[in-house]
Antibody
Framework: QVTLKESGPVVVKPTETLTLTCTVSGFSLSNVRMGVSWVRQPPGKALEWLAHILPHDGISYSPSLKSRLSISKEISKSQVVLTMTNMGPVDTATYYC????????????WGAGTTVTVSS | QSVLTQPPSVSAAPGQKVTISCSGSSSNIGNDYVSWYQHLPGTAPKLLIYEDDKRPSGIPDRFSGSRSGTSATLDITGLRTGDEADYYCGTWDVNLRAGVFGGGTKLTVL
């Protein structure tokens, strides 16, 4: 059974850096067809794609957030880490990680999400 | 402002059919496969359709998808109250080099 679980702080202060971890099980991050994406949903708003890390396609970021995002993976720990610098109130959202199929870019299994509030 | 355009809401009676549209451009829907997701508040989004018209295991055939040109549609037949959710289309944009979603469509089953 494939599962993904997001973890990280519940509250961050403005200007701080957010670090989120996605721990996967049921598949390997060394899989040649599968990677991980991060998606967020601010309260009352739509899903927003943030970044992915894929075996062949590599790393891509949302153009509007590229300067603030960094994604990496540690295969031995089955973890994908997303960092977002200079957090602000507009970054308050539920953050999801999802397994992503290389070349076709669909997300077939999602984590339950973790809610992050930016507040002083 | 989402890259892909969806109607904010659709509604229909139980047992009826509803169609949700997703409009894009030559750099996204016109160039790559479309996927559809069902999202109930407080839960993880669920993949409904991938590669335009394929259903993952466990998704009933009441859900179907199609793509033509720079648009895609999701059809849901035999509507049930349990289908009430937000539905999102998604794809890859080759110009942005980024994933993109629609703004979401809220389905109400009257």
């Amino acid at each position: 059974q494939v599962t993904l679980k997001e973890s990280g702080p519940v509250v961050v202060k403005p200007t701080e850096t957010l670090t989120l971890t996605c721990t996967v099980s049921g598949f390997s991050l060394s899989n040649v067809r599968m990677g991980v994406s991060w998606v967020r949903q601010p309260p009352g708003k739509a899903l927003e794609w943030l970044a992915h890390i894929l075996p062949h396609d590599g790393i891509s970021y949302s153009p509007s957030l590229k300067s603030r995002l960094s994604i990496s993976k540690e295969i031995s720990k089955s973890q994908v880490v997303l960092t977002m610098t200079n957090m602000g109130p507009v970054d308050t959202a539920t953050y999801y990680c999802a397994r992503t199929v290389e070349y076709y870019y669909y997300m077939d299994v999602w984590g339950a999400g973790t809610t992050v509030t930016v507040s002083s | 402002q989402s890259v892909l355009t969806q109607p904010p809401s659709v509604s229909a009676a139980p047992g009826q059919k509803v169609t949700i549209s997703c409009s894009g451009s030559s750099s996204n829907i016109g160039n790559d496969y479309v996927s559809w997701y069902q999202h109930l508040p407080g839960t993880a989004p669920k993949l409904l359709i991938y590669e335009d018209d394929k259903r993952p295991s466990g998704i009933p055939d009441r859900f179907s998808g199609s793509r033509s040109g720079t648009s895609a549609t999701l059809d849901i037949t035999g509507l049930r109250t349990g289908d009430e959710a937000d539905y999102y289309c998604g794809t890859w944009d080759v110009n942005l080099r980024a994933g993109v979603f629609g703004g979401g469509t809220k389905l109400t089953v009257l």
